[in-house]
């Protein structure tokens, strides 16, 4: 299955560095063109991809493009290579706030893909939201979501959910991130070095991410298991959640949902 690219930026990279990463798609396999040959020619190169001159080029060498620009060109893009999409051929999108039906009302019956990933995929521990139109055919779904499994987690959600899974997938590393460094600044406010503390904080967020997977419990459950009365775990949570822990985690998700809403 030949791949080509329309778009070559940090969304799209980390996509095809977590496909070269795992093996799950040959580089010979990948196209790509994109506005800024200075970036895309070089990464190209580096990594076996074939770098094309147009987008045209690039649908013409592929069995599914994917769409990896800007909202406010996307339609217009795709619009202008609907030709060479010909039969068998089918789209991947993660552009963020085109819906299917607005990809329905400009090019028409074309078998579309909607995805919304986040940028673990680039490592193989990605999570990614996944809905088809009614174009897309069962086997193109299955090889869609097949693709999006090699490289992380698939979760198929309507459309009116996105938003929500933008805050709670997308947007979160940044969060973690921040609360990974917290600990660890922490750890050196308390004596250990900046960077043993943030190995210790960034296993420790890592283990338990996968005991929640691994378990049965629900996350509250798993806070018990944890926390001995009168012990110190009680008084770390109580102390935190009295600076508001658990709301500014919420107001941080409300945030993000009403900014990707546009409220």
Known sequence: MKIGFIGAGNMGRAIIDGWLK?????????????????????????NGLHAVESNLAVVKAADVIVLAIKPDITLEVLES????????????T????????????AVGNLPILRIMP?????????????????????????????????????????????STFSALAGSSPAYVYFFID????AG???????????????????????MVLASDKIPFDLIDQVSSPGGT???GLLAMEEAGFMTAVVKGIDATIA?????
Do not use: C
């Open 22 to 46: 795992t093996k799950a798609v040959a580089p010979d396999d990948l196209y790509i063109h994109s506005a800024h040959a200075a970036s895309y020619e070089p990464y190209a190169k580096a």
């Open 81 to 92: 290579v609907k030709p060479a999409i010909t039969a068998g051929k089918w789209v991947i």
């Open 94 to 105: 993660m552009v963020s706030g085109i819906e299917l039906a607005d990809y329905q009302a």
């Open 118 to 162: 986040n940028v673990n995929v680039a490592i193989g521990a990605g999570m990614t939201a996944l809905v088809g139109n009614a174009s897309l055919t069962e086997a193109q779904y299955a090889a869609g979501q097949a693709l999006f499994n090699a490289i992380g987690e698939t979760s198929e959600i309507s459309e009116k959910h996105f």
């Open 182 to 185: 917290a600990m660890a600044r």
């Open 188 to 210: 050196v406010k308390h004596g250990l070095d900046k960077a043993t503390a943030t190995k210790i904080a960034a296993q420790a967020t890592l283990g338990s991410a996968k």
């Open 233 to 235: 775990t009680v008084a």
């Open 259 to 263: 900014k990707e809403l546009g409220d």
